[in-house]
T-cell receptor, first 111, second 114 residues
């Protein structure tokens, strides 16, 4: 039973436009949400996170929004750059030792 | 400072063979983790070690054993490999277990079981 779902396997956007990646979860006990970025043949790297007590967190071009009532979070990348092309994983945890990941969304940013 | 290293990078096994995946970190982290990544499934936690001398099961521990050899090293053993264990395996570590965003991942081991 996947508790974290990314329903879009892929997304393609034009350079300079906004990329919006979505994630849904089912476990209301999750208290911390993260986005990881993964390039081929490398391990995932942490991108941005948000605590369940907040509804928005920004870091440069990256913003994560959390809607607890809908059990939904999204990652906005503005403006998108070709170097952002990667697989993005949404993750959620109760503490740090039980992190659940979504299946990932492959983002392609076209020049 | 190499971060998290994993060996080997690639491995092909026959059903029933055994092998150990090695992981080491040079960041003096307390906690270490083993994940597997399968197509359409994301990463799933196999085992973790919150500190040297302790290990605990994660979401998918069946068919695996682990050893926290010392603070730096955390190995994953497949005693009798099965085709269902074909996957990419990632090791991770973190200094501060209470802060999830500090997990650092290794580059992965791609394992194929025939």
């Amino acid at each position: 039973d996947q508790q974290v779902k990314q329903n879009s396997p892929s997304l393609s956007v034009q350079e300079g436009r906004i990329s919006i990646l979505n994630c849904d979860y089912t476990n209301s006990m999750f208290d911390y949400f993260l986005w990881y970025k993964k390039y081929p043949a490398e391990g995932p790297t942490f991108l941005i996170s948000i605590s369940s007590i907040k509804d928005k967190n920004e870091d440069g071009r990256f913003t994560v929004f959390l809607n607890k009532s809908a059990k939904h979070l999204s990652l906005h990348i503005v403006p998108s750059q070709p170097g952002d092309s990667a697989v993005y994983f949404c993750a959620a945890s109760v503490g740090n030792n039980d992190m659940r990941f979504g299946a990932g969304t492959r983002l392609t940013v076209k020049p | 400072n190499a971060g998290v290293t994993q060996t080997p990078k690639f491995q092909v096994l026959k059903t029933g063979q055994s092998m150990t995946l090695q992981c080491a970190q040079d960041m003096n982290h307390n906690s270490m983790y083993w994940y597997r990544q399968d197509p359409g499934m994301g990463l799933r936690l196999i085992y973790y070690s919150a500190s040297e001398g302790t290990t605990d099961k994660g979401e998918v521990p069946n068919g695996y054993n682990v050893s926290r050899l010392n603070k730096r090293e955390f190995s994953l053993r497949l005693e009798s490999a099965a085709p269902s264990q074909t996957s990419v395996y990632f090791c991770a570590s973190t200094a501060v277990p209470a802060v999830p965003d500090t997990q650092y991942f290794g580059p992965g081991t791609r394992l194929t079981v025939l």
